[in-house]
């Protein structure tokens, strides 16, 4: 089982925890670790993903005073762990991040086994 990964993530390295969502009791499944392992393998889905994250980011927020023009994503969106959806066929994985403008629900970018990104609130994942 992975604890935690280091990661190019949108121009900086940063080592995150790896959560995985199991009930009390159950092991990490199989499943699961493959499909972190494949998300690993396929890094550039997360540089990928900027653009919709920033995208996401300036149709949710209106009007930003501080930060009108976004040039640095980390100054509203932060990375804090990677987590592993436990699903029979084949788990989704998520970079869960801080959100400056929804820090109740944060964000997350949903990653399935074809590449596919999901960008919203944590709830598309928990």
Known sequence: MI???TLPIWG???TLPVLYDCYAGE????????AIKHLFSHVDWIEKAKKQVELYCR?????????????????YVKPESIFVKR???YPRIALMCKYRYDPEHGL???FTKNGE???GSQDIIL
């Open 3 to 5: 604890s935690s990964q």
């Open 12 to 14: 900086r390295s940063l």
């Open 27 to 34: 092991s990490v499944t199989p499943e699961q670790i493959n």
């Open 59 to 75: 149709e949710s927020v209106d009007e930003d005073d501080e930060n009108q023009k976004k040039d640095n994503i980390f100054s």
């Open 87 to 89: 699903d029979k066929d």
């Open 108 to 110: 997350a970018v949903v």
């Open 117 to 119: 990104i999901t960008v």
